[in-house]
């Protein structure tokens, strides 16, 4: 059965649609059978595959509104290995049409689980906020990816974020795991990066990631080109921590 992970964090600008994009990238370079889907109304997880946001294209708010099935809007994206659920902007509706649902945090839980058989990893892009949008992924998922960037506030958003965490593995879903927590953006030579970064791993020890991401150009030019940085440029910094951080999520966690 496939294992079901959140990228989550309600802060804007951490690295979060690039962290799952990239992980999706080399999971599928592992040949592993990965799916993700953007479940961010700004579609930056469709954008980062090159995926159009028209009206044309099968997304996953399509499926809230009975146009389509959700196996109906995957884009094959490196067939057998990749596909991709895309979003738009329309999506940032439907935390209000949902409100009026029964049972409306399981609508995604309910949705995703059809497709379990077909894949090995599930990966869900989630908005920078902890509204609807979050919660119905955190409810599907079995696990939450957290990424941070190294600055003075990630320790208190990190709380946060662990908290709601916590409400709904009591409510909602009694099997949500941390997957753990990735240093992204980092700069070896900015004392306040170094600092925080430590404080985040004496705190939460093995659950953070050996690997970290650095700070890199061609990681932030890729999108643009509609490509993941392993394919952009899979020499860069950036991209071999990204290869690095798949790896080690493959492979048996300490």
């Known amino acids: 059965m496939a294992r079901i992970i959140a990228v989550v964090n309600q802060k804007g600008g951490v690295g979060k649609t690039t962290t799952a994009v990239n992980l999706a990238a080399t999971f599928a370079a592992a040949e592993k059978k990965v799916l993700l889907v953007d479940f961010d109304p700004q579609g930056n997880a469709s954008t980062g595959f090159g995926v159009p946001k028209g009206e044309d294209v099968p997304n996953v708010y399509d499926v809230m509104l009975g146009r389509h099935e959700l196996p109906e809007t995957i884009q094959p994206i490196l067939p057998p290995f990749l596909g991709v659920i895309p979003s738009n902007s329309n999506l940032s509706g439907a935390e209000i049409e949902l409100v009026t649902e029964p049972a409306r945090e399981f609508w995604l839980r309910g949705n995703v689980r059809e497709l379990l058989s077909g894949y090995e990893v599930v990966l869900l892009d989630c908005p920078p906020s902890l509204g609807l949008l979050t919660v ?15 600055e003075f506030y990630a320790m208190e958003g990190l709380s946060q974020l662990l908290r709601t965490i916590e409400i709904t593995r009591e409510k909602l879903n009694p099997g949500l795991a941390l997957e753990g927590i990735l240093l992204t953006m980092f700069d070896e030579n900015l004392p306040l990066n170094v600092q925080v970064a430590g404080e985040v791993r004496n705190h939460f020890g093995a659950k953070v990631y050996q690997t970290v991401i650095p700070r890199c150009p061609r990681v932030s030019e890729a999108p643009g080109f509609g490509k993941p940085a392993i394919w952009y440029d899979i020499g860069s910094p950036g991209a071999q921590a990204f290869l690095q951080l798949g790896l080690e999520m493959i492979g048996p966690r300490g």
């Open 136 to 150: 119905n992924a955190l409810v599907a998922a079995d696990s939450v990816l957290v990424p941070i960037q190294c």
